[in-house]
């Protein structure tokens, strides 16, 4: 089932939590919404689900117009950060709910090997008996989708599914959720901060501040060319060195960098810590080391321009240099953005 | 014995156990020894005599009547105060403890005076035929009224505490605001209602101040168990009052483990393997 939104706009009390957000989800497509806190993920996935009701705009659902179905009759699956299942229910009873509540009525039997199909589906299978308050976070998380599955819903729609997990379930639950996406082939809109979350399991990522779609495209997209300072920053660790640009070039305490298209002022470079060089001579903006970080497979080294910005770079284990000693570095892949929104 | 972090335990400990030992159960050691100074015989003819059994189904029904209005409406009140914001809320949250704060002979005396056949309630119900004072009807609606902060206050909080995504999670999964009350909000408010439940029976059962002025007081009719008790004592027939006081003693103790066991039924799911 497509989803597209059109001009959405949502408001509470004095605070415009989305202004004017358009997009489109294709039938079958994992699409994550990624942002900081505040920037109105929640809110659009709220809205797509009919938990709030969209100020403006309008949510549709393939040609239907879906802004004022309620929430129950809208037919998605939702994912709660916390899980929400029923405390006082057991884990089979928490995904047999929505059968038993529907409007099409199932016999004791078909809802029991529905049941059993689903734990099987999310690797629960002898859990059926279990309260919610005896199983793991990581088991809860497959019970809480298996309970959203169970009604088969038109849309998967996901809040911040492993933000309470740890780092190791984590990372296998994301792997799982995309098998079971790949083999289902229902269209999923998930929300998550985390953007490793999402370039991990997304066939699109869409980027979000301050209730603005900042920018959307695959993984490689917004990676690779990242529209403005915002994204290149929250993507990833990112230095910045002000910069002055005068005809098409920028300029870094003398050093030149390629500015095409941008007009005379200030400005930023912005590069990732990987793609800095570290050199004892020649090219590249002056710079102390103030300290050398170890890390399992790399040292991260913190330095000093002699401008007076900190920037922190990540080298290979055998990098020999030690805090104190000055030299230069040369910035690969660097990305200039006029000074502003960040 | 082992070493504590946590300090002031044998002082702590020592201080409680006084105090309820002196407080609470020396007083109902001294009534059973006084019950039980009767013989047998005696006592069982005492606490079966027709005004006493007639005085039990006058105040147990009138408990039960009492409590289950509460169950609603106190559930309905702590549900509106909860999930609502609305002009005044903050005064009838106040107000719910009002019952607890009057004196009970005063709330006995006003009840009574509105519900006298000239009172402002009264009035008008014996028009319909409905006669309030001097009734069980009355009884009933003394104990509603004193009892009922029990209910709000032990359901307001976990209400307060239920997580609104239980909630749209069944609503997303397609429940009807019915079904979603009835499977997913109720249980979860079952054991905290159980709690006001026994807590406002108990109440209701042992009730006196705001019941003697307005139930009338005629024995097999309107008589409650604490007011014969409390006319046996008045006669100085102290074995027979702390007979018929044994006999609440028990009903209270019977229902407090029943309600007990009731709640950890309702709460078994949170019990971990």
Redesign the interface.
């Known amino acids: 089932m497509k989803i597209s939104l059109d001009n959405v706009v949502k408001t509470f009390d004095t605070f415009r939590a989305v202004h004017g957000v358009s997009l489109e989800i294709e039938s079958g497509e994992l699409v994550a919404l990624l942002g900081p806190s505040g920037s109105g993920k929640t809110t659009i996935l709220r809205m797509v689900a009919g938990l709030e009701y969209a100020d403006g705009g309008q949510i549709y659902f393939g040609d239907e117009d879906a802004t004022d179905i309620p929430v129950r009759d809208r037919g998605v699956g939702f994912v709660f950060q916390h899980y929400a299942l029923f405390p006082h229910m057991t884990v089979a009873e928490n995904i047999a709910f929505g059968m038993k509540v529907s409007k099409v009525k199932r016999s004791g039997e078909a809802i029991r090997e529905r049941v059993r199909e689903l734990l099987d589906l999310v690797q629960l299978s002898g859990l059926g008996e279990r309260f919610p308050g005896q199983i793991s976070g990581g088991q809860r998380q497959r019970v809480a989708l298996a309970r959203a599955l169970a009604v088969d819903p038109r849309v998967l729609l996901l809040d911040e599914p492993f933000g309470a997990l740890d780092a190791n379930v984590r990372r296998d639950l994301r792997r799982w959720l995309r098998k079971i996406h790949d083999d289902l082939g229902i269209t999923t809109l998930f929300v998550t901060h985390d953007q490793e979350e999402a370039l991990d399991l997304a066939d699109r990522v869409v980027i979000l501040d301050k209730g603005r779609i900042v920018q959307q495209g695959t993984p490689e997209d917004v990676c690779r060319s990242p529209h403005d300072a915002f994204v290149m920053r929250f993507l990833g660790d990112a230095n910045a060195l002000p910069a002055t640009v005068r005809n098409g070039k920028a300029y870094v305490q003398d050093v030149e960098f390629d500015a095409a298209g941008l007009a005379d002022g200030s400005a930023e470079v912005l590069f990732r810590p990987a793609d800095v060089a570290w050199r004892e001579d020649g090219q590249g903006v002056p710079a102390q080391i103030v300290r050398v970080l170890d890390r399992p497979d790399s040292r991260r080294v913190l330095a000093k321009t002699t401008g007076g910005q900190s920037i922190e770079f990540d080298t290979a284990p055998e990098f020999p240099h030690r805090k104190g000693e000055a030299g230069f570095i040369d910035i690969r892949r660097p990305r200039v953005y006029a000074s502003g929104r960040s | 014995m082992k070493r504590r972090v946590l300090p002031g335990l044998p002082l702590s400990l020592g201080i409680t156990l006084v105090y309820a030992a002196i407080i609470i159960v020396l007083p109902l050691i001294a009534l059973v020894f006084k019950a039980a100074s009767l013989g047998p015989a005696d006592y069982w003819r005492i606490v079966t005599s027709d005004r006493a059994v007639a005085s039990y189904v006058v105040t147990v029904s009138c408990a039960l009547a009492a409590t289950l209005f509460n169950v609603v409406f106190g559930m309905a009140l702590a549900w509106v105060l909860v999930r609502y914001r609305f002009p005044g809320r903050r005064i009838i949250d106040a107000l719910v403890d009002l019952p607890f704060a009057l004196p009970t002979a005063v709330a006995g005396i006003s009840l009574t005076t509105l519900f006298a056949v000239n009172g402002w309630f009264g009035g008008p119900l014996s028009a319909l035929g409905i006669k309030v004072a001097y009734t069980p009807l009355g009884i009933m609606i003394a104990m509603a009224f004193t009892s009922l902060p029990f209910v709000v206050r032990t359901v307001q909080p976990v209400l307060e505490e239920l997580?609104p995504?239980?909630e749209?999670?069944?609503?997303?999964?397609?429940?009807?605001d019915l079904?979603?009350f009835a499977?997913?909000v109720l249980?979860?408010l079952t054991p905290a209602l159980l709690a006001g439940v026994s807590l406002s029976f108990a109440r209701s059962l042992g009730e006196f101040g705001a019941i003697i002025f307005i139930a009338g007081n005629q024995p097999f009719e309107t008589e409650i168990t604490a007011l014969l008790a409390f006319i046996r004592l008045e006669e100085y027939d102290y074995p027979a009052s702390a007979a018929i006081a044994s006999v609440m003693l028990i009903a209270a103790f019977v229902m407090l483990a029943v309600t007990n066991i009731m709640q950890a039924r309702?709460l078994r799911?949170?019990v971990?393997?």
């Not at chain 2, 749209?168 to 009807?176: K, N, P, R, V, Y």
Request: net charge neutral; proline share 4%.
């Open positions: 997580d995504a239980l749209e999670a069944a609503q997303t999964l397609g429940g009807s079904s979603i499977r997913v249980p979860l309702a799911y949170t971990r393997n």
